[in-house]
């Protein structure tokens, strides 16, 4: 590993004036599971390293389905894991974080940086997706929000620029009789990234779906959104044959590839059918 400078910023005005004027020559460290290993490999060439770990407000992480949540980018995937609050509110991403390697790696990988480092694969991207989240970004003309579903331009390419920080997510309160879930396949049970994710979210009102969220990961070079499969659920029951209906319209939201991992008609499959598992178990949630 090259040598770099390391700076250990107190607040979110310190990472920005660390950050200002550096471009690509400067990445900042919050769990360090992916940066360090590209460090280490040589896949990325640094001058620079701002270590996040002693700025606080990163850290946040507070609300409740009442009120929406405020999740620090770097709150990490463990805790999001096991707080009993967004457990109960939002167990898609719970379900997400709790997916994320090992423990060891989940005490440390953080959510905004498996947000930045952009995978197609990311576990946490499709969970806030389908909760119409929003990023918080920090930069030079103060701050900015950003849907999640316009955050993501390319295979480990944001919104971000070089002077920016995310600083949290906004979560928007869920409302009553409301439920999500989030699944993947992956080839070994445990310690593997996701051939395909799923994430869903429905809202209820009288037996009838008033909304409903469905992103999709590792199919196209960025998580997307099942827009048609959501048009068609919306305003009706969720019957067993309408969340089938909707499960062969997520299909036409994927653009996958084949790899080692997988073909593309396998990715198809697999969306096909954790679309199907993801709003079931979300109907069940949203009308316990």
């Not at 550096?22 to 620079?48: F, H, N, P, S, W």
């Not at 209820?204 to 969220?213: E, I, S």
């Not at 080692?260 to 008609?265: L, M, N, P, V, Y």
Request: proline share 5%; net charge positive.
């Amino acid at each position: 590993m090259r040598r770099f400078e390391l700076v250990t910023p107190g607040s979110v005005d310190d990472c920005l004036s660390a950050l200002k004027g550096r471009g690509v020559e400067v990445k900042v460290l919050a769990g360090g599971t992916d940066l360090i290993a590209q460090l280490k490999v040589g896949m990325l060439k640094v001058a620079a390293v701002v270590d996040l770990s002693g700025v606080a407000e990163l850290r946040v992480l507070e609300g409740d389905a009442r009120r929406g949540f405020r999740i620090g980018a770097a709150v990490t995937a463990r805790t999001l894991e096991r707080d009993a609050k967004l457990r109960a509110a939002l167990p898609s991403l719970s379900e997400s974080g709790a997916l994320v390697g090992s423990i060891q790696i989940r005490n440390l990988a953080t959510l905004g940086g498996n947000i930045c480092n952009a995978a197609p694969s990311a576990d946490m991207a499709p969970p806030l997706l389908a909760l119409d989240a929003e990023a918080v970004i920090a930069g030079a003309g103060g701050r900015r929000r950003v849907p999640m579903a316009s955050f993501f331009k390319g295979v480990r390419q944001t919104v971000l620029g070089p002077d920016e920080l995310l600083v949290e997510f906004a979560v928007p309160a869920t409302g009553p009789k409301s439920g999500g879930a989030y699944l993947r396949h992956t080839p070994r049970r445990e310690l593997d990234i996701a051939v395909v994710g799923v994430a869903s979210q429905v809202s209820l009102a009288d037996g009838v779906c008033t909304k409903v969220r469905i992103a999709l990961a590792a199919v196209a070079p960025v998580p997307v959104r099942a827009t048609a499969a959501e048009q068609a659920l919306e305003g009706q029951p969720l019957t067993s044959q309408a969340i089938a209906r909707a499960a062969d319209l997520a299909v036409e939201a994927a653009r996958p590839i084949s790899d080692q991992r997988g073909s593309a008609e396998f990715r198809r499959h697999l969306v096909r059918i954790l679309t199907r598992r993801t709003l079931t178990i979300a109907l069940e949630r949203a009308t316990a």
